[in-house]
């Protein structure tokens, strides 16, 4: 079946560019998500793209898709300590199934 | 203002007693989901509805049951079948094309 794929955890030092990871199985993805999680706290979308597009930018956010990879990353510019949360990719089909990843805990070091 | 609104915050259930988890969303989104949540595994997708009166099993459906009655609303029944109920459970709906929209979660733990 379906399968989404993430490191569970990533330290960066405050200040630095963080890049979460993300690989998928389903072929017929037509979006893919990044949700962000802080503790206590519901999702939060931080940005989606269509997985006919290469890459999307919005502010310190950066996503690149490699689809014949099946290979999703997330870049955060200047990782603040407001960034630290738990970070979901997630997938969606086009019988709109979607699975999420385990989630990649984002830990910022000062 | 448009919205998905889950209830209880909080549940507990004892052993045995079935419980049902309220989902209702005024975004008029076709499809709906049921996540369930444990600490390190992520999400997982118990039951979808792409449209009313139709739902599909999702990753972990046993234990659980669904009805979609009415395009707003997607409850879910936590059975007593379901043997490790205590979780976080997560609902969401979807405007094709845009982001998936997400209730604050419930919280059921079985005493």
């Known amino acids: 079946g379906e399968d989404v794929e993430q490191s569970l955890f990533l330290s960066v030092r405050e200040g630095d560019s963080s890049v979460i990871n993300c690989t998928y199985t389903?072929?017929?993805?037509?979006?893919l998500y990044w949700y962000k999680q802080e503790p206590g706290a519901g999702l939060q979308l931080l940005t989606y793209?269509?997985?006919?597009?290469d890459m999307k930018q919005d502010q310190r956010l950066t996503v690149l898709l490699n689809k014949k990879d099946k290979h999703l990353s997330l870049r955060i510019a200047d990782t603040q300590t407001g960034d630290s949360a738990i970070y979901f990719c997630?997938?969606?089909?086009?019988?709109?199934?979607?699975?999420f990843g385990k989630g990649t805990r984002l830990h910022i070091l000062p | 203002d448009g919205g998905i609104t889950q209830s209880p915050k909080y549940l507990f259930r004892k052993e045995g007693q079935n419980v049902t988890l309220s989902c209702e969303q005024n975004?008029?989104?076709?499809?709906m989901y049921w996540y369930r949540q444990d600490p390190g595994q992520g999400l997982r997708l118990i039951y979808y509805s792409q449209i009313v009166n139709d739902f599909q099993k999702g990753d972990i459906a046993e234990g659980y049951s669904v009805s979609r009655e009415k395009k707003e609303s997607f409850p879910l029944t936590v059975t007593s079948a379901q043997k490790n109920p205590t979780a976080f459970y997560l609902c969401?709906?979807?405007?094709?094309?845009?982001?998936?929209?997400f209730g604050q979660g419930t919280r059921l733990t079985v005493v």
């Open positions: 997630a997938d969606a089909n086009r019988d709109d199934k979607i699975i």
């Open positions: 389903d072929s017929s993805s037509t979006y």
């Open positions: 793209i269509f997985s006919n597009m």
């Open positions: 975004l008029n989104h076709d499809a």
């Open positions: 969401a709906s979807i405007d094709r094309g845009s982001e998936a929209f």
